[in-house]
């Protein structure tokens, strides 16, 4: 029990709502881990791995309906529909406390309430900040132990200060008639309830590191954004910093741990993971903006993480991880599609049913997960719990485009880089639910995440951009065009650094670019493609402009803009002086 007088007021009152049995204080011990862990899997509601082959692992299975984030139910609630935006969800302040309250009422009879406080940021650092999440589901805890740090630090950290994000999970009846997840941004406020599945309910992570901490961001002159953290080790041991922001399941963890290609490890490159998802973004005494993941771990896609993809991943949960939604093999192993060629010949299903190769459906859910330590990454950055973060020299944006995007390009300047990500645009995958396959503005990677309007947040980049006296440089990559059989051109993957490497020449000035209608384009010959199977022509070809899809591009982008009223200025210059470029 901790005697922080808010905390202790806000969980009574929520305790006499949700009507807990018992209420049990989180205080991050391995005595607690060791506990909670027995009663779940003595519940069923965790499953002991093979403890030879993955130490301190566990699996898990959440109901058949709650398997990703909901975006039709999550809602940014304020007094003002305006300070939602466009792209959110609203519900008004009062209704939405008054409707979930309703839903809340004795929501936690018969179940024990954990309260969980968890710091976002490295604990030696005066940016981080506290939440505390009240939940009835210990796989909530234990996943909450992975992803932040956990228990006393946290209320260490908050001292008796009032200034803490206020979490509400309750698992209810898992009923996604009645799921809602939703922010009060004015109040500090979480409330998350018929949901089990990561996104929803781990509220660290994207409720708070991004939905509320976009606004505190806003309010606060700094920006927290959906984007992985990295850094590029040359030869000579000097590191520079790049943060990127990919729509959902674009590669950002592949990115984050990215193995350099063999000539280039021989010479003495080396990649270090800062982050895989989050960065929360300040302006630094020297001038230049200073990057942190306020993330302990990583809540990973698991299909198509294997030792050709992502070594580094693998190797990071093959202890004290939580699996979710994977297939789970006889000898309490588990694989995933695009694991490797050699699927087990039976296990059990995501859906807790018999599986072989010949069942005709997926062992494992699409968007099933890993949940592992960051400091078991065998290639996390010693800077990952530095409380100043790291130097951001590059700014990358991206997504999966068939077609348009070439492999890269910069930004002219900081003001056309945010009209790059404004206008920035992905196919859709299984991270969401919704249809799969179709082609979505998703502004910098934060449509699902700014907690508001996203008018204003396109007016804070600029107004940031505008403070920052070095700004990183701003990039756009594309990893994915296709060739007319549909087959990806590039290799990616650890050839990817061959283009992080142009981009980090460029921000030293070490390198020239084309200028184009877009932006810098590289010549061909700067991207080396030495050791890849690609040669100068295809490179060119990625590098290549079509004017017939830029035409398409600039009339999709204007039906984009059109529904931001709250548009910048700035970026309807920007767009105007695209078209004029491109002659259109
Ligand atoms: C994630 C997501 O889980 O972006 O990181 O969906
Ligand atoms: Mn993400």
């Not at 905390?7 to 607690?32: F, H, R, Y």
């Not at 499953?47 to 975006?71: F, K, M, S, W």
């Not at 790049?242 to 350099?260: D, E, H, V, W, Y």
Request: net charge negative.
């Amino acid at each position: 029990m901790y005697n922080n007088i808010y905390v202790k007021d806000w969980v009574e009152q929520m305790a006499a709502l949700t009507q807990p049995d018992n209420i049990v204080w989180c205080d991050g011990s391995e005595e607690e881990r060791e506990r909670l862990t027995k009663e779940a899997i003595s519940t069923g509601e965790m499953i002991e791995l093979n403890q030879e082959v993955l130490p301190g692992c566990l699996y898990h299975r959440t109901a058949e309906n709650d398997v990703a984030r909901v975006e039709g139910r999550t809602f940014i609630c304020t007094e003002k529909k305006e300070d939602a935006g466009p792209t959110n969800n609203w519900m008004d302040k009062s209704a939405a406390y008054a409707k979930l309250g309703a839903l809340y009422a004795g929501a936690m009879k018969g179940r024990t309430m954990y309260v969980i406080p968890y710091i976002m940021g490295p604990a030696s650092s005066e940016f981080s900040k506290v939440g505390i999440e009240l939940t009835d589901s210990i796989y909530v805890v234990l996943n909450m132990r992975i992803m932040t740090r956990m228990g006393k630090v946290a209320m260490d950290f908050l001292g008796d200060s009032a200034h803490f994000i206020k979490g509400l999970h309750a698992k209810k009846d898992v009923d996604p008639e009645n799921r809602y997840i939703c922010h009060f941004p004015e109040d500090n406020t979480i409330w998350s309830i018929n949901s089990a599945y990561g996104g929803n309910v781990l509220l660290g992570k994207k409720c708070f590191a991004l939905r509320i901490a976009s606004w505190l961001g806003r309010q606060e002159g700094w920006m927290a954004e959906h984007m992985l953290i990295l850094g590029v080790e040359n030869p000579k041991g000097d590191v520079q910093y790049i943060t990127a922001a990919f729509p959902s399941a674009c590669g950002k963890t592949n990115l984050a741990m990215l193995i350099p290609p063999k000539k280039y490890e021989e010479m003495g490159y080396k990649v270090w993971t800062v982050g895989d998802d989050i960065a929360w973004l300040r302006i630094g005494k020297d001038g230049r903006l200073w990057a942190v993941n306020p993330e302990a771990g990583f809540f990973g896609v698991a299909p198509g993480t294997s030792m050709k993809s992502n070594p580094n991943a693998l190797l990071t949960c093959q202890k004290d991880t939580i699996f979710t939604n994977v297939c789970l093999k006889p000898d309490g192993t588990v694989w995933w599609e695009g694991m490797d060629k050699n699927p087990p010949a039976q296990a059990i299903d995501w859906l807790d049913k018999p599986w072989t190769p010949d069942s005709g459906v997926k062992a494992a859910h699409p968007n099933s997960r890993f949940t592992a330590p960051a400091k078991h990454c065998p290639c996390i950055s010693d800077k990952f719990e530095d409380p100043n973060g790291v130097p951001v020299s590059a700014i990358v944006f991206g997504g999966r485009r068939a077609k348009v995007a070439p492999l890269v390009y910069q930004s002219f300047d900081w003001e056309h880089g945010v009209f790059v990500g404004a206008t920035m645009a992905s196919e859709t995958t299984a991270a969401a639910t919704g249809a799969v396959g179709v082609v979505r503005r998703d502004p910098m990677a934060m449509l699902p995440f700014c907690g508001y309007n996203m008018g204003d947040y396109f007016k804070h980049w600029l107004e940031m951009g505008k403070k920052i006296p070095n700004p990183p440089k701003i990039f756009n990559v594309n990893w994915f065009r296709t060739n007319e059989e549909g087959k990806f051109i590039w290799p990616g993957f650890g050839d990817n650094l061959r283009v992080l490497l142009w981009i980090l020449a460029r921000c030293n000035g070490e390198v020239d670019a084309v200028e184009s209608p877009i932006g810098y384009l590289p010549k061909a010959e700067d991207i080396d493609l030495d050791g890849t199977d690609i040669d100068l022509d295809t490179l060119k070809g990625l590098l290549s402009i079509d004017m017939d899809s830029w035409t398409e591009e600039v009339k999709d982008q204007a039906a984009h803009l059109a529904k931001f009223e709250k548009l910048p200025e700035e970026i309807k210059a920007q767009y105007e002086a695209l078209k004029k470029r491109l002659g259109v």
